[in-house]
């Protein structure tokens, strides 16, 4: 409790899909601590659904990419003013910012300044973007909670505060049935490959990476006259955002909403965006192509600015190549179509690619995240006691 015997107080900052969903699932944690404690604060749907009071929705700001932003800077810039606003009229016991590395950022900075703590979850990919911002994200936290082992060398070089929690998707990749009784359940014929198509979860990889996922399928249609394709539909982005979309293709899509998991462990490869959903399917071992692109402007700045070879996840943490990367204009149609064709026909190929998951996901280790970021925040809440 506080000194005035009420219970805590948390402000949460998600700036997006895969962000929310971890501060909901610390959140659910941190109620083990104090059943009454209040969160507030920036995400979505799925803290919502835990308790937390949701004053700004991220929904509209979800976005990535220099283009992109400046697209929507009206309203990331109004989200970080009330975010600003919120922490001033609240004065919360501890921010939680979670991802979402720029805007988190100036929240962070502007809380250090008017004395609040400060717990960022899920460090900003320093080690490939700028290395030389550990000592700004130093300044402006109290604790950084990094989700891969490496991360805490750059930290500790530096003096920063920091703990590794391990990785979320670790605990909350399980599937709600096993492979037989989804298949079963998603209509899908036994001896017909079946492949997965995750065109992302913000609105701006729908609109550049769906059509050419699509043009893939079909492409994949004339080789494999039996395949099915399945795609699970993130939470974030609505009916109406994908249905136009497949009323210009004449192959079959079987859109499934709240189940990821159960649809990823049915597929025999999958065609993915880059992110968080990589490393998802990782721990499910289903051999993927990982396919981006950005704005043109985006993708020169980056190759400028970033430290690290490769984009997806499965391959930083390998430390090596395990999963093709096909990024801006390598990721056509047909070289998509073509990657899944040689996973679906190379049975060596497909094995090697499942080994070197294995050992990506034995890298991720037991997991907890979420339980030791909550562990983590109690411990600050009550320092002072």
């Known amino acids: 409790m506080t000194e005035s015997n009420q219970p805590y107080k948390v402000v949460f900052s998600a700036g997006e899909a895969s962000g929310e969903q971890h501060a909901a699932s610390m959140f659910d944690e941190l109620k083990r601590h104090q059943h009454d404690i209040r969160g507030l604060g920036m995400g979505g749907e799925h803290m919502r659904r835990v308790g937390i009071d949701v004053i700004i929705d991220s929904a509209s700001i979800a976005v990535i990419g220099v283009v992109e932003v400046i697209k929507h800077y009206p309203e990331i810039r109004r989200a970080l003013k009330r975010m600003k606003r919120l922490l001033q009229d609240e004065r919360p016991d501890l921010l939680v910012c979670v991802d979402y590395k720029e805007f988190n950022l100036k929240l962070a900075q502007f809380a250090k300044k008017t004395g609040l703590k400060v717990l960022f979850y899920v460090s900003p990919q320093v080690w490939a973007w700028r290395p030389g911002r550990v000592v700004t994200y130093g300044k402006a936290i109290d604790m950084m909670a990094v989700i891969f082992p490496f991360e805490t060398t750059f930290y500790e070089a530096e003096n920063v505060p920091?703990?590794?929690?391990?990785?979320?998707?670790v605990d909350k990749v399980k599937p709600l049935q096993s492979k037989a009784e989804d298949r079963q359940k998603f209509g899908l014929q036994k001896n017909a490959p079946v492949v997965g198509i995750l065109p992302g979860s913000r609105l701006n990889e729908i609109k550049r990476m769906l059509p050419v996922m699509l043009q893939a399928a079909h492409i994949l249609s004339g080789q494999h006259p039996h395949i099915q394709f399945l795609l699970p539909q993130a939470e974030s982005i609505a009916d109406d955002l994908i249905a136009p979309y497949f009323e210009h293709t004449l192959v079959k899509v079987n859109v499934i909403k709240q189940q990821p998991y159960d649809v990823i462990q049915c597929c025999d490869a999958v065609m993915t965006t880059s992110g968080t959903a990589t490393l998802e399917i990782s721990l499910l071992t289903v051999p993927m192509v990982i396919v981006y692109k950005l704005s043109e402007l985006t993708y020169r700045l980056g190759r400028l600015l970033v430290n690290t070879p490769f984009i997806g996840l499965p391959n930083i943490i390998a430390g090596k190549a395990v999963v093709k990367e096909l990024i801006q204009h390598q990721a056509s149609a047909e070289n998509i179509a073509a990657e899944i064709n040689q996973l679906l026909t190379?049975?060596?190929?497909?094995?090697?690619?499942?080994?070197?998951?294995?050992?990506?996901?034995?890298?991720?280790?037991?997991?907890?995240?979420?339980?030791?970021?909550?562990?983590?925040?109690?411990q600050m809440l009550t320092a002072a006691e």
């Open 162 to 169: 920091v703990s590794y929690v391990g990785h979320p998707s």
């Open 346 to 378: 190379d049975k060596v190929y497909h094995q090697t690619q499942l080994t070197e998951l294995q050992a990506v996901k034995q890298k991720l280790g037991q997991g907890g995240g979420c339980r030791n970021t909550a562990l983590l925040a109690w």
